[in-house]
Nanobody, 118 residues
Framework: QVQLVESGGGLVPPGGSLRLSCAAE????????MGWYRQAPGKQRELVAF???????VYADSVEGRFTISRDNAKNTSYLQMYSLKPEDTAVYYC????????????WGQGTQVTVSS
């Protein structure tokens, strides 16, 4: 059974930092691209950051230079390090495992809440 379990969310003041983790089970992790998405109330889900199996990365303009995505294939885990957080970063953050490269379906985690507020 495939599971993506996010952790690390919480309440942080503006300017603060958080690191989100996404632990994957039931997939051959190193073959999947990993993405972090977020959805704020009343808004559509949007891509935050993406990392390929070869460690190429893509970031949304709004987080470029503040967020860093990484992966540890030995631990089947993806990370999103977030610095200089702003109130507009408040959202539910979702982990995604993208199997497009190997021609299989992708998977989503259940989400973790990030709230940036003083």
């Amino acid at each position: 059974q495939v599971q993506l379990v996010e952790s690390g969310g919480g309440l942080v003041p503006p300017g603060g930092s958080l690191r989100l983790s996404c632990a994957a089970e039931g997939i051959i992790f190193r073959f999947y691209a990993m993405g972090w998405y977020r959805q704020a109330p009343g808004k559509q889900r949007e891509l935050v950051a993406f990392i390929t199996p070869g460690d190429s990365t893509v970031y949304a303009d709004s987080v470029e230079g503040r967020f860093t995505i990484s992966r540890d294939n030995a631990k089947n885990t993806s990370y999103l390090q977030m610095y200089s957080l702003k109130p507009e970063d408040t959202a539910v953050y979702y982990c995604n495992a993208d199997g497009t490269i190997i021609g299989v379906s992708g998977y989503w985690g259940q989400g973790t809440q990030v709230t940036v507020s003083s």
